[in-house]
């Protein structure tokens, strides 16, 4: 037999095994066979004498079934004892928690009530069964079972003892604190002789004895005067064994303390898995997961690296116009972001440092893909603005100084003193080091929003998901990772937000510094990032004032202060970024006007989105939608009271607003497009919730049978197991995938640029070739600077940064024009036009971007190229001298006319 030893410290039950007698032979004369294999029996802890009791008692016959937990946490978990027990159960109950595979928990415990939207009414409770935040990414739990009992009247009430009437089932024995009274336990067993005689307990010294559901079968226990509980184990028939107590120092093994498991707050019991089938060999405990335990993120990056030769390849393909090089480039982009975003819902990440990895692999291999498109140069009209202004400062060694692709860049010069900086320490070239501070740059951005959703929610798993779905916004893969002024700015307004955050949610004031830190650095790089960090701080504050009680004014702080250091930089250097931006901003006043009056313009009108263009994204906003819907419902339904969660639902109706125009042709997802770069943050964390706390799309009914009521909270619900738990992650990573393709196909570069290949008139980086780039060198290094050159959208691209000149855009109508007239001569008189690019591959193909110019008069209604006859026109001009010609571009002096 094994001994029984006395727990040092109270605790809610202790499991004892009754393993053979090392002989062989059952003690007492029992018959052979009788204690093989072990019966599990729970005792309460000596010390605390008002701690719940529980027997279980096996089947005669059967053999060999080993600790089990889930009668200890049937009933455990609804007659928790003293508060002390309370107190050990649940420290012991986040200890195993924290060495789940699956466990979100973070070192944070300040911000732990940010991990579920109900936490902060969810109090500890001495003889309730609900945890205190119980972490629900767990991905081994069970779901609640609907009809279970509250946790209040789950066990009995104190003086009574409750028998099952199955006599493998667990008998609960309440023990009063006065061992001297007399204890009285009823019987409910269906086989007993009398189902409802009743038992007598005297004096804590006395024999106690218990008659079970077998007539015959006798279970004796002894209460020693010296708090010592022993056990005895029943026999089958009508024999009794006696454990008599054992010295201490007897080998034996050890007692096992097993803490209570807890139910669910909203007072159901959680379902128990059946116990393991006991010829089945046990399986192995997890071991602890260390701090900086990568778990998969090896494995699932190298998978996705693949899909970055992939796409490669479909690259390679395009410049020489093979034909899979599509199927290969939509191939690999699956490749890439799918495994990432499966493994990040499935919940058995090995913690912080898994679910990061993850995250920063998959934005270096997107980068990756942007930087192959055009590996050697740069080609983007708006990266090639910006490598001309950092050009200009690293020969000139001063800032602020004019830049004619981009007059407004020179007031906000963070992005090119970061590239002239690692040009002048490395003697890189402009262009590498460029790509280098554009991916530094955006790296951290994505790194930021991980630990700004971290922060908020305490759970990787959420911040991991809440990165990976706002990968699939429509510029993250291109425009916001060029190297642009905004890409610098990125970073440094989620430096802001994080540290805002961090301030309002401990006090520290040196989160202050670093907050003024960011808006300083922000306001400086980008005009409308800097907006959009005052209008962010804003809706921070505000929502926390409405939200919380009672309301801390200081909330106004940093919105005041970010707005007062944006108002004072545009007032007093970049003055002219008012009048730039009003060009953008009546567009977008007139693309809703014409919406809401169904009238078109033609230089607005471009030609429509495809139809499964139009399905796949349709198909992935909605499922935002829905998902979006259905975690407000849950937090309207809990009141929830967090306001960051709020701030956050906001935004996402900013977003299903803006993204309103999406749908308007080329214009409309280039509009909604530049307005997700920040209003796609929230619903990303919002949809990340949502998939992660696996919310109820349909909610499940309640106990009176209604559906859409009051429903169990949606972030403080146990994570589902199994199949469900499959087809959640399933579910979750298709929606994801859709949105990336639709991001991809609806993005930028648009659908027919999408793989880089010969000239394509009018497809912006298409359209930047050998020919272009010579006649604009040719430029510079003839005519000098500053010269007023006009010329489709890529020849004025390329003669305002590589030539050096001063761009004129308003040239559209010199080239439709059949004849030159009165009309086209003031034209030129008016804008002071020096010089004229003229492409002949304008004459053969259509524009891929619906214009050949800026400001085209005939945007989204051309059918033909221009004619032989409108770009020929030139060379008949008395007065007009064709100074440069490479057999594609030519360039005409207009100053005779």
């Not at 500890?124 to 009992?149: I, K, R």
């Not at 530049?674 to 619903?683: D, E």
């Amino acid at each position: 037999m094994t001994s029984i030893q006395q727990a040092e410290a109270p605790v809610d039950v202790v499991i004892c095994e009754v393993h053979p007698s090392p002989s062989g032979v059952p003690a007492n004369g029992a018959k052979p066979g009788a204690d093989e294999g072990g019966k599990t029996m729970v005792l309460p802890s000596p010390a605390d004498a008002d701690a719940t009791q529980v027997i279980r008692t096996p089947a005669p016959g059967v053999s060999g079934s080993g600790p089990s937990s889930s009668g200890a946490g049937q009933e455990g978990g609804a007659t928790t004892g003293s508060a002390a027990s309370a107190e050990a159960s649940e420290a012991d109950r986040q200890a195993e928690a924290a060495d789940s595979e699956g466990s979100d928990q973070t070192p944070d415990a300040a911000e732990h009530a940010d991990a579920g939207a109900g936490s902060s009414h969810a109090d500890t409770q001495s003889d309730a069964a609900g945890p205190v935040n119980a972490e629900p990414d767990q991905a081994d739990a069970e779901d609640p079972d609907p009809q279970g009992a509250p946790a209040q009247s789950a066990g009995p009430a104190p003086g009574t003892a409750k028998a099952n009437a199955d006599t493998d089932a667990t008998q609960v024995i309440r023990l009063r604190p006065d061992s001297d009274a007399t204890q009285i336990i009823t019987v409910n067993a269906p086989h007993a002789k009398d189902p409802g005689e009743t038992q007598i307990i005297k004096d804590a010294d006395a024999t106690q004895v218990i008659s079970t559901a077998e007539p015959d079968a006798t279970q004796v226990i002894k209460f020693d005067a010296d708090a010592t509980t022993v056990l005895a184990q029943l026999n089958p028939g009508d024999a009794t064994t006696v454990i008599p107590k054992t010295g201490k120092g007897t080998d034996g093994s050890a007692t096992t303390l097993i803490p209570v498991v807890a139910g669910r707050k909203d007072g159901l019991r959680t379902r128990i898995a059946p116990p393991r089938d006991p010829g089945r060999a046990p399986r192995p405990a997890r071991p602890r997961r260390e701090p900086m335990d990568l778990g998969h993120a090896p494995a699932v990056l190298t998978i996705s690296a693949l899909g970055v030769l992939m796409v490669a390849l479909g690259y390679a393909g395009g410049r020489i116009g093979t034909g899979n090089a599509q199927f290969a480039y939509w191939v690999g982009q699956v490749v890439v972001f799918t495994p990432v975003v499966v493994r990040l819902l499935s919940r058995r990440m090995a913690g912080v440092a898994e679910s990061f990895v993850l995250v920063m692999g998959l934005a270096l291999h997107q980068y990756l893909l942007k930087w192959m498109y055009s590996p050697d140069q740069f080609r983007f009209p708006d990266e090639l603005q910006h490598w001309l202004g950092t050009t200009i400062i690293v020969q000139s060694g001063e800032l602020f100084q004019p830049n004619p692709a981009l007059p407004p860049a020179v007031h906000f010069p963070g992005l090119a003193e970061m590239g002239a900086a690692l040009t002048s320490m490395t003697g890189l070239p402009v262009t590498a080091s460029g790509v280098i501070v554009a991916g530094i740059a955006h790296l951290i951005f994505v790194a930021m929003i991980f630990a700004a959703v971290l922060r908020a929610s305490n759970s990787p798993a959420v911040a991991g998901v809440a990165c990976a779905t706002y990968a699939t916004a429509l510029h993250y893969l291109f425009f916001n990772s060029m190297f642009l002024y905004q890409t610098a700015a990125l970073p440094f307004f989620m430096l802001t937000v994080w540290a805002v955050r961090r301030w309002r949610a401990e006090g520290n004031w040196r989160f202050v510094a670093l907050a003024v830190a960011g808006m300083g650095v922000t306001t400086v790089s980008h005009h409308v990032t800097a907006f959009a960090m005052v209008l962010t701080l804003t809706l921070l504050a505000v929502v926390e004032l409405v939200v919380q009680k009672p309301r801390r004014w200081s909330a106004l702080i940093m919105p005041g202060a970010a707005l007062l250091m944006v108002a004072s930089w545009v007032a007093t250097v970049a003055r002219d970024v008012v009048n730039y931006l009003e060009a953008p901003a009546d567009q977008v006043v007139h693309t809703i006007e014409n919406l809401i009056s169904g009238t078109s313009e033609a230089s607005s009108t471009t030609a429509a989105v495809s139809i499964g263009q139009l399905i796949v994204q349709g198909a992935g906003l909605l499922a935002l939608f829905v998902l979006y819907l259905a975690l407000l419902r849950d937090m309207v339904q809990r009141r929830d009271r967090d306001a960051w969660r709020w701030a956050a639902v906001a935004g996402g109706t900013i977003f299903f607003a803006g993204n309103a125009v999406r749908f308007l042709g080329q214009n409309g997802p280039e509009i909604a497009a530049r307005l997700s770069t920040f209003t796609y943050v929230p619903i990303s964390i919002l949809a990340a919730i949502a998939l992660v706390r696996g919310v109820q799309i349909i909610p499940a009914k309640d106990g009176e049978g209604h559906r859409w009521r009051a429903s169990p909270p949606a972030i403080d619900v146990i994570a589902p197991g199994g199949w469900n738990l499959y087809s959640r992650t399933a579910a979750g990573s298709l929606m994801i995938t859709v949105l990336m393709i639709g991001a991809r196909a609806g993005g930028w570069p648009p659908i027919g640029s999408i793989l880089p290949g010969p000239y394509l008139a009018g497809g912006f980086e298409r359209s930047v070739d050998a020919s272009g780039i010579a006649a604009a060198d040719w430029q510079r290094d003839t005519l000098g600077h500053d010269n007023r050159v006009g010329g489709d959208v890529t020849s004025v691209s390329l003669a305002s940064t590589y030539g050096r000149q001063d761009p004129v855009r308003e040239v559209g109508s010199l080239y439709y024009a059949d004849e030159w007239g009165l009309e086209q001569q003031q034209l030129v008189d008016g804008l002071a036009i020096q010089y004229l690019v003229v492409d002949k591959r304008l004459s053969e193909q259509l524009p891929e971007g619906e214009a050949y110019f800026e400001n085209d008069p005939h945007a989204g209604s051309i059918t033909s190229p221009l004619t032989s006859t409108q770009i020929g026109k030139f060379d008949a001009l008395t007065g007009v001298d064709r100074l440069y010609d490479n057999g594609t571009v030519r360039v005409y002096r207009m100053g005779n006319l």
